[in-house]
């Protein structure tokens, strides 16, 4: 008797097998449709925690690609807009925003403030109004997603007003 050695993935699939490209091929089309249904999940989480927040916003629509979110639709106004795009971005795996979305009733723009270690509302209205005790406005302005002034995390996103 005799043994004889063959390169396993060479041969034809007599069994129904597959050689080595077919299973890596099906591998990488699995893992990518798998991809897609966990970024059309979270597009939809993600959708249904801006309608939760009762933000208006016609014809909302959020895609997730990667760690990038396209978000469209028509804001009722621009603190609206300026909140879509602070939920989606504060979210965990989201990297950055592409904000396509129209604002039906105009207003100025706010800007945006990234909390540091050792940051308050206070001090961040210190910083951008001189008045520390203007940090209610700031408050405000990131209602409903914050619940309390004093929970805010280094890494966060803040809409800083204009108090003209």
Excluded at 54 to 75: N, P
Excluded at 96 to 111: G, I
Aim: glycine fraction near 6%; charge should be negative; proline fraction near 3%.
């Amino acid at each position: 008797m005799s043994l004889f050695s063959f390169i396993k993935a060479a041969g034809s699939a007599i069994f129904g097998g597959k050689n080595e490209e077919e299973e890596a091929a099906a591998k990488k089309a699995a893992a990518e449709a798998a991809e897609l249904a966990e970024e059309a999940a979270m597009a939809r989480r993600l959708e249904e925690t801006i309608r939760d927040l009762s933000l208006e916003v016609k014809d909302l629509s959020v895609l997730v690609d990667d760690d990038r979110v396209t978000v469209s639709g028509m804001a009722y106004d621009q603190s609206t807009k300026e909140k879509v795009v602070l939920v989606l971005g504060n979210s965990a795996g989201i990297a950055s925003v592409e904000d396509l979305m129209t604002v039906e009733h105009t207003e100025p723009e706010a800007q945006f403030h990234t909390v540091e270690s050792g940051d308050t509302l206070s001090k961040i209205a210190k910083h951008y109004y001189g008045d520390a005790m203007k940090y209610n406005a700031i408050f405000t302005a990131n209602q409903p997603m914050l619940k309390d002034p004093n929970l805010i995390y280094p890494g966060q996103v803040l809409r800083i007003p204009n108090l003209d």
